[in-house]
């Protein structure tokens, strides 16, 4: 596959000994694929459920997928068993880069990018309250009930 145009090389990119790669970044620096890459250069695991909470996106596997092959990030997929809050136990994807991969990057400047990440993605988020009466106005005319708090739905 190869390298989506966007992919732009971090000003300080090189040859990753570790990765054997050269260390690219999604350019859209306020994306949910930007700040999940930001988090996994921290050292993070992450699930699903961890971007959700962190990136707001239910779309952790496809970030993953272009991380990885758009991005040439070697990210390793794990499964683990967690709890479930209706008593069930699931398997999970849990998502790390390898350390030598993070350490490669961060000495060619990953910390300045993901700096830039962080301040894209705060100020992406302090237009949170708009873009949710926005959706509601857009599904009010549409006719579309407004969605339950929490786990209530269908509770009257």
Do not use: F
């Amino acid at each position: 596959m190869q390298k989506k145009e966007s992919a732009q090389p971090h000003k300080n990119a090189e040859l990753s000994a570790g990765c054997k790669r050269i260390l690219t970044y999604p350019s859209q620096k306020s994306s949910a694929c930007a700040e999940v890459l930001a988090h996994l250069l921290a050292g993070e695991v992450l699930t699903a459920a961890d971007t959700l909470d962190d990136a707001s996106t239910m779309r952790a596997a496809a970030h993953v997928h272009y991380l990885s092959n758009r991005y040439g990030w070697p990210i390793a997929a794990e499964t683990r068993a967690t709890g479930c809050a209706d008593g069930r136990m699931a398997l999970v994807a849990a998502y790390r880069l390898p350390a030598d991969c993070i350490h490669e990057a961060r000495a060619a400047g990953a910390g300045e990018w993901c700096a830039e990440v962080h301040k894209a993605r705060k100020a992406l988020r302090a237009k949170a309250p708009e873009a949710y009466r926005l959706a509601a106005a857009i599904n009010g005319t549409r006719g579309y009930a407004e969605p339950s708090v929490g786990n209530q739905k269908g509770v009257a």
